[in-house]
């Protein structure tokens, strides 16, 4: 457990106006001490905590931070849940888990951008409350970008409009990004595992999901073509069949490729993406947490470069084949598929 008692004892200190030497002939130690315990190089005696907790009117776990700690273990645990749900697309029930951690932790404002992020679209009136909130009170930069962008979706599946342009001029431009800024800060091996993990794949992904949105207005032959152009371009990226974000975006891109067959009464290919998206999937869940790509691109064997974060918790598509078939059962545009023998030998294959 990391203790936060420097901060701690520093923090309530300047609460009540206290210099290091007054808080120190308050409790009967030296400045000296005092001075230590703040710059977390020594701890106070188990003797003397029970007294400063006391002169700070706290408890010794509040002294400790402890409660601050079992607050993270716990909403790491439930956010590790909502990436699950996230990879499933199950947002009601993503909704339904943050609501219930927030009830817990009623001031959690990762949990709550959680909700910003589940309801954006299904239920923009909450995501409105709790973003125009966490903009008023959050801190953290990381939390408020994401929220600002879900927050455009979520006044525009409100029915306002003017709002969500108003904050989408708000958001950085491409070249003014945290992103871009990086690639052209950084040296050396940061640079490599920046622009690997933040430039490349991320540009893939935009590329097909930029591509999604302006499907509408194709033939349903040319958003196939689309689609499959989309799978061309991470096969020239990603050359290897071994990188675990390139095997996830091209498993999606086939979900997708199926669902517009199945729209479009073309049941046979609707089913052989289904299969190639399910073979894509379980080869991606064949490889072990901390495997390299043999990518070229990718491998970057002098920088000691890892596609998967090795690590005790598993990423939430590590099971990608076991959530993008959840995703297919749950998709009411695979219907005219349920009678199908082949469909359920899919959905049923261990």
Not at 169 to 195: I, Y
Not at 255 to 268: D, H, I, K, S
Request: with cysteine; aromatic share 8%.
């Amino acid at each position: 457990m990391k203790l936060k008692l420097a901060e701690n004892i520093r923090e309530h200190r300047h609460k009540l106006k206290l210099s290091q030497e007054s808080l120190a002939a308050r409790i009967g130690v030296s400045f000296q001490a005092v001075s230590k315990w703040e710059r977390g190089e020594t701890y106070p005696d188990l003797e003397t905590l029970p007294a400063i907790a006391n002169f700070f009117h706290i408890t010794v776990d509040e002294l400790l931070g402890a409660n601050e700690w079992e607050e993270e273990k716990a909403t790491a645990e439930i956010i590790e849940k909502l990436r699950l749900l996230d990879a499933e697309r199950n947002y009601p029930a993503l909704l339904e888990t943050a609501e219930s951690g927030l009830k817990k932790y009623p001031n959690n404002h990762r949990i709550m951008a959680w909700i910003v992020y589940g309801g954006c679209r299904i239920a923009p009136r909450r995501s409105i409350e709790l973003g125009e909130y966490l903009l008023l009170n959050c801190k953290d930069p990381a939390i408020l970008n994401r929220v600002r962008a879900e927050l455009c979706y979520a006044y525009s599946a409100n029915g306002d409009i003017e709002k969500a342009l108003q904050l989408t001029r708000t958001l950085p431009l491409p070249g003014q990004s945290c992103r871009e800024v990086l690639r052209d800060l950084l040296e050396g091996e940061a640079l490599v595992h920046h622009v690997l993990l933040n430039i490349v794949a991320k540009y893939g992904d935009d590329f097909w999901r930029s591509v999604e949105k302006i499907l509408p207005y194709y033939s349903f032959e040319q958003q196939i073509q689309l689609l499959e152009k989309c799978v061309s371009l991470l096969e020239v990226l990603f050359e290897s069949e071994d990188d675990l974000s390139a095997l996830k975006m091209k498993a999606e891109l086939h979900c997708r490729m199926a669902e517009l067959c199945a729209q479009n009464g073309r049941q046979e290919a609707a089913l052989t993406h289904l299969q190639k998206a399910f073979a894509l999937a379980e080869k991606h869940d064949s490889f072990l947490c901390g495997t390299p790509s043999s990518s070229l691109l990718r491998s970057c064997e002098t920088f000691g470069y890892r596609v998967c974060p090795s690590g005790p918790l598993v990423h939430p598509y590590q099971e990608l084949a076991n959530c993008l078939k959840k995703s297919v059962a749950n998709n009411n545009a695979f219907l005219s598929l349920k009678d199908s023998e082949d469909f359920a030998a899919l959905l049923n294959k261990n």
